[in-house]
C-alpha cells in the first residue's frame, strides 16, 4: 500500500510539471499565433505612449506569471509527500516579509505614477489648438457636428431636441451659425491637426471608443467630456499597414447602453487635410439641415425657449 501511494504521488508530481510545461509553452504559442489579431500601430501621438505602457505592464505582468507558475510546479513535485521527510517549522521571517512587501510595492507605484503622468499630460493639459468636434450618443446611434470657422461650437441643449434637430442646437447662439453636422454614418477627421473632441450623450452613459486612435471616453447625460488628440495615419495608409484594403476606422460604443447596444457603430474617415477640406464644404451646416428654413427653425424655437 506504501509503494503503491508513493508511485501515485510520484505519477501526479510528474503529471504536475507535464501540465506546466505544455500550458506555458502553449501560452507562448497562442500568444504568438493570434497577435496577428490584434489592434495595429496606434494613430495618433498619445497612442504610442499608451502603447509603450501597455506592453511595459504586459512584461511585468509576464514575468511574475511565469516565475509564480514555474516556482508553484516546481514545489509541487520536488516537496511530493515522503514518509522519511518532515516539514522545517518556519514561523516567520521578517527580511523575507520586507522584501516581498516593499519590492511589490515599489514596482505598482513605478507603474501607477508613470500611468497617471500619463493620463493626465493626456487629459488635462490646457488645449487650445484643436479643431472643435463633438460626438453625440443616442440609442442607439452617434452624432458628429463640427465647429465652422470660428471654432466654437453652437450652444445646446436637450429641451430643444425635435426629429429635425437632434442635438438641441440652440440656434439663437451666433456660434451656431456657421456648425456642421454630417449626414450618413460616417466622420472624418485630418491627419495631423490636433483634435479637440468634445462628447454627449442624451439618454443612458454611452462609451465613445476609437481603437485604432487609442480614444475613449464615457458620453454622460447632463455632462460635457472631452478628449484631446493628434491623427497620426490616414485610412489609406492604415490599409497598407495592415494589408487590408477593406480596413475602416470606426467609433464604438464599449459600454452596454441597452438591446441593441451591438449596433452602434460609425465609420471614421482619416484623410489629408486638403481632402477634409474639399468634403467639408460638401456638409450643410447645423441650421440648414433641418425640413425647414434656418429661420423657421429659429421662430418654432421661441416656444421652447421660453420655458428654459
Known amino acids: 500500500e506504501e509503494e503503491e501511494q508513493n508511485r501515485d504521488n510520484k505519477t501526479n508530481a510528474i503529471l504536475s510539471m507535464a501540465f506546466m510545461i505544455i500550458g506555458l509553452v502553449l501560452i507562448v504559442y497562442m500568444t504568438l499565433r493570434y497577435s496577428k489579431f490584434m489592434l495595429p500601430r496606434p494613430a495618433t501621438e498619445h497612442g504610442v505612449e499608451t502603447d509603450n505602457l501597455l506592453w511595459i505592464n504586459f512584461g511585468v505582468i ?10 508553484l510546479y516546481w514545489f509541487a513535485y520536488k516537496y511530493r509527500y515522503d514518509k522519511n521527510r518532515r516539514a522545517y517549522f518556519y514561523p516567520d521571517n521578517h527580511k523575507l516579509e520586507l522584501i ?17 503622468n500619463s493620463w493626465n499630460k493626456i487629459t488635462q493639459s490646457n488645449h487650445t489648438d484643436g479643431m472643435k468636434v463633438q460626438v453625440y450618443g443616442y440609442q442607439f ?17 436637450y429641451k430643444l431636441i425635435t426629429d429635425d434637430n437632434g442635438l438641441g442646437v440652440d440656434y439663437r447662439d451666433k456660434a451656431s451659425a456657421d456648425d456642421i453636422m454630417t449626414t450618413g454614418n460616417e466622420m472624418r477627421l485630418p491627419v495631423g491637426v490636433p483634435i479637440d473632441m468634445e462628447f ?8 465613445a471608443y476609437f481603437p485604432h486612435l487609442r480614444v475613449q471616453m464615457n458620453c454622460v447625460p447632463g455632462m460635457t467630456t472631452k478628449f484631446y ?15 487590408d484594403p477593406n480596413f475602416d476606422y470606426v467609433l464604438l460604443c464599449n459600454k452596454i447602453c441597452g438591446v441593441a447596444h451591438y449596433t452602434m ?5 482619416i484623410e489629408t487635410p486638403e481632402e477634409f477640406q474639399a468634403w467639408i464644404k460638401t456638409q450643410k451646416p447645423v441650421m440648414e439641415t433641418a425640413t425647414g428654413t434656418a429661420s423657421n427653425e429659429t421662430a418654432s424655437q421661441k416656444k421652447s425657449v421660453a420655458s428654459l
Request: net charge positive.
Open 62 to 71: 509576464g514575468i511574475v506569471f511565469f516565475a509564480t507558475q514555474i516556482a
Open 200 to 207: 454627449n450623450s442624451r439618454d443612458v452613459i454611452h462609451s
Open 141 to 157: 446611434n452617434w452624432i458628429a457636428r463640427y465647429a465652422g470657422k470660428d471654432n466654437t461650437l453652437g450652444a445646446s441643449n
Open 229 to 243: 488628440f493628434k491623427p497620426t495615419i490616414t485610412t489609406a495608409e492604415m490599409r497598407k499597414i495592415t494589408g
Open 100 to 116: 516581498w512587501t516593499v519590492v511589490p510595492t515599489i514596482v505598482l507605484a513605478a507603474l501607477i505614477i508613470t500611468g497617471l
Open 265 to 269: 457603430k460609425m465609420k471614421l474617415v
